[in-house]
């Protein structure tokens, strides 16, 4: 099997993280993977880079980015205080998918959590991607909330 690793994403990636964003039927319609990148996405990584609790992190493959995930620590006043961790924008490369890289990429990002000191972590979904509804229940995740969003 090929060796993956995980960790913080660095400048020079964010050309293959926006390609893996823009790499599936929503994302293409959203995102924008053409060089130069949008002024908005290197302001958006400066922002998430700066702020200790935004963690977005690359899987690699022989140093090549197969795949990507944001984890963002939240602290809140309920439940006695306790940290969450909302992981978001998770994309495998379509040469990876099938293998097994999306399930390890939700346990890194779950000893993440852990390692943070949250003791929840949840995520949202696109009501429009029944295949990842079925594979977060598989990873023990409840679709316990409805959710909401108000573009601006």
């Known amino acids: 099997m090929e060796t993956i690793a995980f960790r913080r994403a660095r400048a020079p990636d964010l050309p293959a993280i926006v390609g893996l964003l823009a790499d599936d039927p929503i994302g293409r319609s959203r995102e924008d993977a053409s060089e130069p990148l949008l002024a908005a996405y290197l302001d958006a990584f400066g922002a998430i880079e700066a702020d200790p609790n935004q963690?977005?992190?690359?899987?690699?493959?022989?140093?090549?980015?197969v795949g990507t995930l944001q984890i963002t620590f939240i602290p809140g006043l309920s439940r006695k205080g306790m940290w969450r961790g909302q992981i978001e924008g998770v994309r495998i490369a379509g040469s990876h998918r099938g293998a097994g890289l999306g399930r390890r990429a939700f346990?890194?990002?779950?000893?993440?959590?852990?390692?943070?000191?949250?003791?929840l972590v949840q995520l949202t979904t696109d009501r429009e991607r029944p295949g990842a509804h079925r594979f977060y229940g598989q990873l023990g995740f409840t679709a316990s909330h409805l959710g909401y969003k108000k573009t601006l």
Not at 55 to 64: D, F, H, I, K
Not at 107 to 119: D, N, Q, S, T, V
């Open 55 to 65: 963690l977005l992190a690359v899987a690699t493959a022989g140093g090549e980015v």
């Open 107 to 119: 346990e890194w990002a779950i000893e993440e959590c852990r390692a943070r000191g949250c003791r």
